[in-house]
């Protein structure tokens, strides 16, 4: 299965000033297996600590000298680190917090060794009051679920995928080929982008069994609860993460998630299940110019979940639904904006941290929404997830007019088309997005 970060990984190891790479993420995206799958590829041996499963290694970074460190876990491991040959991987770091502090000392003395650390209750280590951050000294990446793009790739979809390079705006998507992309959504709306998910699926053929691996790794979430924080609360946990398909695309109001609880003891759990990676706020911008974080309101969000797959399990919407209802209907249009919402932070620079920010009017008795709105090319774009026609947009062309914007986008099964300054993009080119807006200028 090929990942796009596995580009990331390659200018990482040819880099002339490189640093230890941290991989952030969720449990169960792929992290291991794109680091042993790159390894494979590109060094002459791997060697794997995984210090929840072996916590013997976690003696041998009681120094933070490289060279002391190199030796022990070669005597114990019982193999040769040879830098410029050699890819030490640190798997599970948050269990040894004195790893992580080791990278910066990797850095300055012995460079020319690769390294790379993984885990996945990292943040909770790095935010750890007793933590002493090496900033400067190491490079962090961000790993997310497969992409629908990823998808096509693992699917064998090559030809679409090379089509969909070539449309241009002034062409029309074949009939045939559009209705195959969006039964291809369809899957993907099912199955979702967790790595051993669709490895099932396209070896089985059938989406029978995959509902049993989406549990699992639901269950595996829970699991991990306790290990957040002996602050927050583990029930409170489980309270918020059951009603999450309840929650998306909504603005959180904490007295819709248990009234019986302040929101001073909500607000860190939520931060638990961001850190954790399992979801991703959506904050809100006034969008009146670039950046758009400088104008976030921390209080006014919404929430994404990790992946679209889980999310349509824990919301036991059914399977026949999904494979026979409108895409942006099902279930109030929650699971499209999610789709949408994870296919942008899928294709974000994985070496900074995803962002994502929806607009509201803020004045006082106008409703007019703005789904998500991006920064692409140095201009702000405002996206709708919507059926129907682009007439209906109301508050995406009020938000352009308010702020003198040219182009509004409207992502939905409809097919390619530019129109009053409105770009229809179907649900499976939001990859393309970028260079659609380009053909534009």
């Not at 129907?388 to 409809?414: A, D, N, W, Y």
Request: proline letters at 5%; charged letters at 25%; a neutral charge.
């Amino acid at each position: 299965m090929f990942r796009f970060v596995e580009n990331d990984l390659l200018q990482w190891k040819d880099h002339p000033n490189r640093k230890p790479l941290l991989i952030r993420g969720a449990r169960q995206v792929g992290k291991s297996f794109v680091v042993e799958k790159f390894a494979k590829t590109h060094f002459g041996n791997l060697i794997t600590i995984n210090f929840e499963f072996a916590p013997h290694f976690i003696s041998c970074f009681e120094t933070l000298d490289p060279a002391r460190i190199v030796r022990a876990i070669e005597a114990i491991a019982g193999e040769n680190i040879q830098p410029g040959n050699s890819l030490l991987f640190l798997d599970e770091v948050q269990d040894c917090p004195k790893a992580i502090l080791s990278l910066r000392y990797f850095k300055e003395k012995m460079p020319e060794l690769h390294v790379i650390s993984a885990g996945s209750l990292l943040e909770f280590a790095l935010n750890s009051d007793e933590f002493r951050k090496p900033v400067g000294r190491i490079q962090s990446l961000y790993m997310k679920p497969c992409s629908f793009r990823e998808f096509l790739i693992a699917s064998g979809d090559h030809k679409l995928l090379e089509y969909l390079a070539s449309v241009q705006l002034t062409e029309k998507i074949e009939t045939a080929i559009h209705e195959v992309l969006l039964e291809k959504c369809r899957e993907y709306f099912v199955l979702g982008g967790m790595p051993e998910v669709m490895n099932y699926y396209i070896q089985q053929k059938k989406y029978h069994g995959s509902e049993v691996i989406q549990a699992t790794i639901l269950e595996y979430y829970e699991k991990d609860f306790p290990k957040y924080s002996k602050k927050i609360n583990f029930h409170l946990l489980k309270t918020i993460f059951d009603k999450i398909p309840a929650l998306l695309g909504k603005q959180v109001k904490y007295s819709e998630i248990d009234p019986n609880v302040p929101a001073r003891d909500q607000k860190p759990a939520l931060s638990a299940l961001s850190n954790a990676g399992l979801i991703y706020p959506v904050y809100h911008s006034s969008a009146s110019g670039l950046p758009l974080n400088a104008t976030l309101n921390e209080k006014r969000f919404k929430i994404l979940f990790l992946d679209v797959g889980l999310l349509e399990h824990a919301s036991r919407i059914g399977m026949q639904t999904l494979l026979h209802e409108d895409l942006i209907l099902i279930n109030q249009g929650a699971l499209a904006e999610q789709f949408v919402g994870q296919e942008l932070i899928a294709y974000s620079e994985n070496y900074e941290k995803p962002e994502l920010y929806f607009w509201e009017r803020e004045k006082p008795g106008s409703q007019a929404e703005v789904d998500y709105v991006l920064q692409i090319n140095g201009q702000v774009i405002p996206v709708e997830v919507k059926s129907g026609t682009t007439g209906r947009l109301r508050s995406l062309h009020l938000f352009m007019k308010e702020k003198k914007l040219k182009t509004g986008v409207r992502i939905s099964p409809q097919p390619l088309s530019f129109h009053d300054g409105i770009l229809s993009l179907p649900l499976y080119m939001i990859h393309e997005l970028p260079r659609i807006l380009t053909s534009l200028k």
